[in-house]
């Protein structure tokens, strides 16, 4: 398969002159088409994220990297991909979409995977395992060991989404991309770097990999702004991380505060810039929070989160406000 071939593609070097991509010269900004391949950007993630450039690739939000990798990897009415639940709820729409059957495999009651269980569910027309760690929305990271298995033991595409890895004390499994071919990671500027407006999202793989992404992407995924905006805040990693270190400290203040709550049942673990607990009648407690202008997401209806709310920490203000109004409700 041949990608579109861009007017930027065919010609790179130095002019002054550019008839060649039919635009408006008399504007004299945002004029002209953006690079198609995002350079400026990947060099500066290549030096965060250590690893070489040729193993990025951008996306219109991390969701664009999930949509493609079915589009890529999948072939519609015929293959399945295996998605442990609960999870991020964007892989199934994403398999919806491009008509590619989902292997739902339950998550043990601790929320851990359920290894054995998934590479049972594996077949021959199995392409891609979703892994979400940390998970959205039980808030956990995986067991190394256990993903581990699933790099090993299967043959296609293990994805594993890293959307909250900065709130979390290990590492990003990045480093491990080129000891397993079959893996790719993905990132986003959406949720520590504090960008969702952008949309800019990450997928980290062999070149391979890579290339292919290449070629089914949009030419111009990632417009100008986008690009500029990014470029300017990908300077700023103190501020990102001063940033990831005040949220984690205010998580581990409102567990503490919120396990003092009569009618909050349990506050799991998190590894990630927001909480589960399980309370009596989640939706009760989610109309009550509402009333009072707090919005936290209700996910009752999810498999093993009967009762839960997920709450996304806020600034310290906004949790005190939150605490405030529940221990109201708890009297
Ligand atoms: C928020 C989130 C994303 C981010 O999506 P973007 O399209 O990059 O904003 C990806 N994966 C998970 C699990 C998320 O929770």
Redo the contacts with the bound molecule.
Sequence with gaps: MKPYSSARDDFKGNASIFLDANENPYRKEYNRYPDPRQQKIKDRLSEIKKIASDNIFL??????A?DLIFRIFCEPSIDNVIIPEP??G?YEVCANINNVAIKRVLLNTDFSLNTSAILNAVDKNTKVIFI?SP??PTANLFDTSEVTKILKNFQGIAVI?E??IDFSTKESWIKMINEYPNLIV?Q????AWGL?AI???MAFSTKEIIELFNKVKYPYNINELTQEYALTQLSKLDEKESWVNELVNQRNILKKELQEISFIKKVYPSDANYLLIKVDDASLRYEQLASKGIIVRNRNTMPLCANCLRITIGTEKENDQLLSVLKELSK
């Excluded at 996306?59 to 664009?64: A, K, M, Q, V």
């Excluded at 986003?188 to 949720?191: A, Q, Y």
């Design positions: 996306g219109n939000g991390s969701d664009e999930i999870t991020y964007m979400c998970n959205n989404d959307a909250y993905i986003t500027l959406s949720k969702a949309r800019l999202g």
